[in-house]
């Protein structure tokens, strides 16, 4: 008779998951002491500890913060990742990286409004503002994966001061 190292429940041979706990039959063994609440003599061995930590690297999630506004926000309400300052850090500096271009783009849209001088600023301007925009955040992604805290000029220290609270 085999039992889960996992939950200690019994194992029927030939199950490949145990029935309780959906652990792989694989993590059973028949030598040893027997889990808690396992009958004694069985043969089971104790279960070891899961991984709590679960979730992702923090580099990870600091580099899929900056792929748009969205999983910044995820992360800085997601309970694991809202209390890791380096995900903080690179989840406000995305928010604050958006609302700036926003801004900007806004900006270079109203001064494209006007006629000839404005048409040819917003012609050459905004195409090429988007690539380097594109570029930058493209930059801190690669940062942010390497476990790098690259701060924007302005941007930057405002994302600091908000992932320190």
Not at 34 to 39: N, Q, S, W
Request: charged residues 10%.
């Amino acid at each position: 008779m085999a039992f889960c190292t996992k939950c200690g429940a019994q194992i029927q041979e030939g199950m490949a998951f145990c029935g309780s706990c959906g652990a792989p039959a694989g993590a059973t063994a028949s030598g040893g002491a027997p889990p808690a609440g396992a009958p004694a003599g069985s043969g089971a061995t104790p279960a070891t500890p899961a991984n709590t930590s679960g979730g992702m690297e923090s580099n990870v999630a600091g580099a899929l913060a900056y792929l748009t506004i969205i999983p910044a926000i995820i992360f800085l309400v997601a309970e694991p990742y809202n209390k890791d300052r380096f995900v903080r850090f690179h989840s406000f500096q995305c928010l604050f990286l958006a609302a700036a271009s926003f801004v900007v783009f806004f900006g270079l849209g109203l001064f494209a409004m006007i006629p000839v001088l404005g048409w040819i600023v917003g012609i050459l301007l905004i195409p090429l503002l988007g690539l380097a925009i594109f570029g930058l955040v493209l930059f801190t992604m690669y940062k942010a994966y390497n476990k790098e805290k690259f701060m924007l000029p302005v941007i930057g220290k405002l994302a600091e001061q908000q992932a320190a609270r």
